[in-house]
């Protein structure tokens, strides 16, 4: 029974063998061409998709719905940019999303989103510390020998924000009410406090990367072409090897 099965198994390999013998090289070309373009074309589907979740993330980040609408609540806003950027995380990570970045003035080819900031959600945050702190250094005024120092930075940082267009988050703008603040005694704790209070640009940057290679239509299609060029290639080698072999017998 064993070696019926095994004669069975050999009988099969040399049909699989003699039909591959039977495809020509010119055939498997064919072939390649309108795989190729098929291959490209499910690529691009995946690409414009990131794209797409990837505008409903900064749409997120303006505080606007996927439709458009304005969304007054913080915390709505903060749990839809939430959802945005899961969803956009999650399909980066289980497609190929072949992307070009500007890098040092070049395209540069990479795999996932590319980096990307919520400049609207750092905003509205470092505008909310700013607003705390301010209000603490308010409350501190009448205590403080000095008087309200915080009224005195704001009378010299306000026309040098205006001149040099500053947005009152801004670096520039922070950076000169810490420093009139910090001219003054006794102010040591409320500058930190102001400092700490803004949070960095760094947890508003996001860059998804995405696999060289994933189970989908674009995945299976990469693989069956790489398929058929790697047998494209092992005729061609084996034609030259045959010539080569060729010319020395003669």
Not at 25 to 36: D, E, R
Not at 164 to 188: E, F, K, Q, R
Request: charged letters at 20%; a positive charge; aromatic letters at 10%.
């Amino acid at each position: 029974m064993g070696g019926f099965i095994k004669k069975e198994h050999q009988e099969e390999k040399g049909r699989l063998s003699q039909l591959f013998k039977q495809i020509k090289t010119w055939q498997l070309l064919l072939a390649l061409i309108p795989l190729l373009f098929l291959t490209a074309t499910f690529l691009r589907f995946d690409h414009l998709k990131m794209h797409d979740l990837k505008n409903k993330v900064l749409q997120a980040d303006q505080g606007k719905t996927a439709d458009g609408k304005e969304i007054t609540s913080q915390e709505e806003i903060d749990q839809n940019l939430k959802t945005t950027l899961t969803n956009l995380k999650q399909y980066t990570e289980s497609h190929i999303i072949i992307n070009f970045i500007e890098k040092n003035g070049r395209n540069v080819l990479t795999f996932g989103t590319g980096p990307f900031y919520l400049e609207n959600q750092y905003n509205r945050k470092a505008t909310a510390a700013l607003a705390e702190a301010e209000n603490q250094l308010k409350q501190t005024g009448d205590n403080n020998p000095n008087g309200n120092i915080f009224a005195k930075a704001m009378e010299i940082c306000k026309p040098q924000a205006i001149a040099h267009g500053w947005a009152w988050n801004s670096p520039g703008y922070l950076n000169c009410m810490t420093g009139v603040i910090n001219s003054y005694p006794s102010t040591d704790q409320l500058t930190t406090s102001l400092a700490a209070n803004i949070p960095p640009t760094s947890l508003y940057r996001y860059d998804f990367s995405s696999p060289v290679w994933a189970p989908n239509l674009a995945g299976f299609s990469v693989l069956l072409c790489l398929l058929i060029f790697i047998l494209i290639l092992l005729r061609f080698i084996g034609f030259l090897i045959l010539r080569i072999a060729i010319i020395f017998i003669k």
